[in-house]
């Protein structure tokens, strides 16, 4: 590798796949071009909910430098028109590509957190974990709601206990208290015999008998 570049472990396993995916379609490609989602995926070895959530960091980083950018800069390039020009070599091409690509921020920098938008079949998944902890007779809890979903998925996009609340409160789910009113209950007893009393009127009205009710008199 060239002196005074540094690629941390996470890089070199980025460049390994892209190395091995560039090598194996020597002889054609095994994804279709037109299939760009796809192509990344295999080529950067992650997956595809990733992905979408980088291109769109990079569209928002890219709106955010061309809003930096100067004026007179951005009017010079609209007034150019195209012009046909020789191949260029690699080493200009990447030259130019680092004018177009934006910077990723540092993990060091802090940035504004941008919220998360749920797709339907997220929100789907969110009541389904619920329905199933009920089925279980287990008290659903942001927390061990959020366990089951990353359980299920690793790349589920909340990573928060006050985001899955926010989102749980968005579909419908209220947190209610329970009434703190004594009702008086009968002794276990009483409701034996109750119950077994209806149970016995309902044998006799289905058979059709003659029933009475008389007092102790």
């Known amino acids: 590798m060239p002196r005074g570049i540094y690629f941390s472990t996470e890089l070199k396993k980025v460049l390994f796949c892209v190395i091995t995916f560039v090598e194996n379609e020597k002889d054609g490609p095994l994804i279709p071009l037109n299939n760009c989602n796809a192509r990344l995926v295999a080529m950067l070895g992650i997956s595809e909910t990733s992905l979408l959530q980088l291109k769109n960091e990079m569209k928002m980083l890219q709106v955010a430098q ?17 012009s046909k020009q020789k191949p260029r070599s690699f080493s200009a091409v990447s030259a130019l590509m680092t004018n177009v690509l934006p910077d990723p921020h540092s993990p060091k920098q802090r940035v504004s957190r941008s ?18 902890l009920l089925s279980e007779k287990i008290y659903p809890t942001a927390t061990n709601i959020l366990e089951r979903l990353h359980a299920t998925h690793d790349d589920f996009p909340i990573q928060s206990k006050t985001t899955l609340r926010r989102n749980l409160h968005r579909i419908g789910f209220r947190y209610k208290s ?17 119950a077994k009393f209806y149970r016995k009127i309902d044998e006799l009205r289905m058979a059709d008998a003659l029933i009475f009710y008389h007092d102790e008199s």
């Open 66 to 82: 061309e809003e930096f950018q100067p004026h007179h800069l951005r009017s010079k390039s609209k007034a150019r028109r195209p």
């Open 115 to 132: 919220s998360v938008h749920l797709s339907k079949q997220a929100d789907s998944e969110i009541r389904y974990q619920f329905q199933l």
């Open 178 to 194: 329970t009434t703190k009113v004594k009702i008086p209950l009968d002794h276990v007893s009483f409701v034996v015999q109750r």
